[in-house]
Each structure stands twice: as C-alpha cells, then as structure tokens.
C-alpha cells in the first residue's frame, strides 16, 4: 500500500485567497491605516449629503461656547491688563484656578451640546440614516460627555496656564476620539471612553498630529467670517454669525473624518 495520498488538494476558496493576498490596512497605509488625502475627502464628501443636519448641529456648540465664554474672555483680559501695567509680576495660583474654572463653565455645556453632532458625524462614515432626536434622548451619555469633557478641557486648561501650553497639546492627542466611543455605545462611561482614546492612537500620535494640524488651519478659513465688521477688536453681529455658520461647516467635515479615523483604528486595535 503506497504512503502517498491519493486523495486531491482541496481547491482553495476564492475570497479566501483575495484576503490573503490583500494588504492589511497598516499595510496599505504604512501602519497609520487611512492617508491625509482620504481622511479629508470623506469629510468633505460625507458633508455635504447632510450639509443642514451637521451644520445645524454645530451651531448650538459653538454658540454656546462663544456666549459662556465671556467671563473666562473678560478675566483673562483683566489679567493680562494687570501684568502688563505692571500692577502684578505674575499671575497666581488663585486666578489661575479661577481662569480654569472659567473655562469649565463655557466648556462643558458646549461639551454637552456636541455629543449629537459626533454621533451624527459617526452615522455618515457608517453610512446609516441619522436619527437626528436619538443622541438628543440619550441623557446617560449626554451625562458621560459632561464628564468627560470636564476632565479634558481641565487638562487642556491647565496645559494652556502652564508649560507654554504644551500640556494642552498632549491631552488633544491622547482623547481626540473619546466622543467618537462614546456616541458608538460599545462604552459609554466617560472615563472608560477617555482610557480608550489613548489605546486607539497608540503608536499613531505622530500622524494624528499631523492630521490634527491640518484640519486646525482648515478651520481658520472657516472662522475668517468673524472678521466682517471688524471694529476695534470686536466683531460685528454679522460677522459673529458669518464665523459660527463658517466653522460650524469646517468642523463638521472635521468630525466626518475624525470619525473615519476612529474607524480605522478600531478596525486596527481589535484586530
């Protein structure tokens, strides 16, 4: 009886064989998984299909922001008044807390405001049918986004006070993506979201710097609305609404394709 099988390979299966032979995506991509080019042009191209409901979604963020912000803008004015007239060398740990504290309070409601607009963005990339009143409902994760934002805009606020702002800089960097896991449900608490954020750009914070300049100059263009009217230092009401409706546009394709980032990454960390 001969020792050699008779028996025929099995054919290999079709998809199979194209899996294998096809790059992964830190293959294709050189380890980052998505290119500048492509994150850009799914924000761009994810935007404008739902130009009204992501537009309309930012607008409140940064209304909000813009209007709570007045006493953080005043005190810090009145501060550097200080400093400069020389009625103070340097401005202490009390004032800085309060500058923080400030900042928290403009932050935080905006923070709130923002958590449809992320989940909406996260819907386009996905390619399902937004469900505008749904993250508007949910007031566990609105309550998760409080929390959240609170310990990320603390850090970005006291990076900003300190260390040249260097600080602010890193925090970016480590949570860019802590509302993208929140408004996808897989978990909700806000500072697991924040833990997961680090393990998503681990290894990717030199491209998502880069990335992140980008868009940063991107959304100058869209905040030069705030200079129509220009008049000793403070914009016109036309130019106030020029800029948020400029912005509210950048940095919803800026949310198209952070989200498609995060996709990426997630594709990347669980694989």
Known sequence: MSGKSSGKKKPQDGNAKKKANSPTPKQAKGGFGIGIGEVFLTGVRGYFPNAVIMTLAGIPVLAIFGLLSRPWTNFQSDLQGQVDSGAIDSIGVLDSLIWVGLLLVAAIPAGIVAAPWFKYALDIVDEKEINVMA?????????????????????????????????????????????????????????????????????????LFAIAGLFFVFNLFGALGFGVGLEDGSPSLLGIALGILGLSVTGSMTLISGASIFRVLGRNLNA
Do not use: M
């Open 135 to 207: 993250p508007l409902i949910d007031f566990p994760k609105l309550l998760h986004h409080a929390l959240a934002t609170f310990w990320i805009w603390a850090g970005i606020g006291f990076g900003l006070r300190y260390l040249r702002g260097l600080p602010s800089i890193l925090v970016v960097l480590l949570y860019a993506f802590y509302a993208y896991v929140i408004a996808d449900g897989r978990e909700i608490n806000g500072l697991k979201a924040l833990g997961t954020s680090i393990r998503l750009g681990q290894g990717k914070r030199l491209g």
